[in-house]
């Protein structure tokens, strides 16, 4: 079945896109990535091992239970050959 | 036309594929992924701003050209709906 629709889901969609399809320069496609890549990214985020201010402010409060949610959807998402 | 095949290639293809879809679990998939967000990506792992110890060894030396000629290529490849 394919995953629940995140709670936080809005939080990613203005850069993200809920497909998963970037929506502004600079922000990466996340449909089809690898789940796990994604939820290590998303830590790293959290964390600040990847130092982006941007992302830190989105995911900072986020619990891991939302984190596996986002990284469940996105994954989960088919990615299209958007323009490069 | 295409992009050329980065000389440096090698370097990437036995985690991210050639074709950059993802070769091993916890490496992400690089296919149509965004150009200038895979160059950024590529320059805060050579910097540390991604704190990646197995990316600075791999990216470490590479010149700004060398990391230019790999996003032009990973971003030119087809995403395929891999295993999430």
């Not at 984190?67 to 990615?79: G, N, V």
Request: proline share 11%; net charge positive; with cysteine.
């Amino acid at each position: 079945a394919p995953p629940a629709r995140p709670a936080r889901l809005g939080l990613c969609a203005a850069c993200h896109g809920e497909d998963g399809m970037a929506r502004i320069p600079g922000a990466p496609n996340l449909a089809g990535q690898k789940r796990d890549y994604l939820r290590a990214a998303l830590a790293q985020y959290r964390d600040g091992r990847r130092d982006i201010p941007m992302m830190r402010a989105a995911v900072g409060p986020l619990t891991d239970a939302e984190l596996d949610q986002l990284a469940d959807w996105f994954s989960a998402q088919t990615p299209a050959k958007g323009a490069p």
